[in-house]
């Protein structure tokens, strides 16, 4: 990526966080399929759900997460480092967990988790977008719901007013739905979140996340910027509800 490149992605994800008021940084993800010298001050992580390693990265860490790292064997087997457990893949976990009463349920619900094929992927490189060295292969940012609806708007105009279709067992919610999903499918996928990173990092009960492919950064945050003008100010002013509650009192008083 040249300097050019690097620069224009840094100023888009300063824009989309002044725009939108981000609480903190929107992600910028790579899959990479091998060894590479990574930007000094990138940490490895060990111990760390991939849901965590987003999390540093929202609050501006730097680092890369692989097969001897991560913690959750679900994502593992997302990103395909790893087989899914036995007692997943029969269900019985998340029996145990009380997120289901039907093994056959969990079952089918970890059954249908889209995955990469093992190899494709040696390293998860995740990184806070406003510092970008490289293109991301995904973005994708958590934050309170109302932001994340203007990106989601902004997606649609870019491909032509069709409606967003979204993809979620409410589960993985950031390895599948807001990664893997948006990777192989290219496109955006949303999330309410899922029992697994509400535990795991420090996502609000208010906030949500969703994943799009960086190529499609720049599109997004044209339209951002042109819904920034009146849209967003107008919507948040809440006129209209304040027209009612005035309507309202009136016609109290009478």
């Known amino acids: 990526m040249s300097k050019n490149d690097s620069d224009n992605i840094r100023q888009l994800a300063e824009d989309m966080k002044k725009i939108l008021g981000l609480a903190g940084s929107p992600i910028g993800v790579r899959l990479l399929p091998e060894d590479e010298v990574f930007p000094p001050g990138t940490e490895t992580l060990l111990g760390h759900r991939y849901c965590q390693a987003l999390m540093r990265a929202r609050h501006g860490k730097d680092a890369i997460l692989g097969a001897e790292g991560i913690s959750c064997p679900a994502a593992a087997s997302a ?8 007692g997943l893949k029969s269900g019985k976990g998340l029996v145990g967990f009380g997120i289901v009463s039907d093994e056959e349920v969990g079952k089918k619900m970890l ?3 889209v995955t990469l094929s093992p190899g494709t992927v040696k390293w998860i490189h995740v990184f806070p977008l406003e510092k970008a060295l490289q293109n991301p292969d995904i973005v ?32 993985q919610a950031t390895c599948v739905d807001s990664t893997i999903i948006p990777f192989l499918e290219k496109r955006l996928n949303f999330s309410y979140g899922c029992y697994g990173c509400r535990d795991a990092t420090d996502i609000e009960s208010g906030e949500a ?5 960086g190529t499609m950064l720049p599109g997004i945050m044209s339209h951002l910027k042109y819904l920034s003008k009146k849209a967003i100010p107008t919507s ?3 006129k209209a509800l304040r027209a009612l509650k005035k309507d309202i009192s009136v016609d109290c008083a009478a």
């Open 209 to 213: 996340v969703l994943g799009f492919p």
């Open 111 to 113: 059954g249908d988790m």
């Open 236 to 238: 948040r002013s809440k």
């Open 140 to 171: 994708v940012v958590e934050d309170q719901v109302e932001r994340l609806m203007w990106i989601v708007l902004s997606y649609l105009h870019t491909t032509g007013g069709t409606r967003v279709p979204t993809s979620t067992a409410v589960l």
């Open 79 to 86: 990103f395909g480092f790893k087989e899914l457990p036995m």
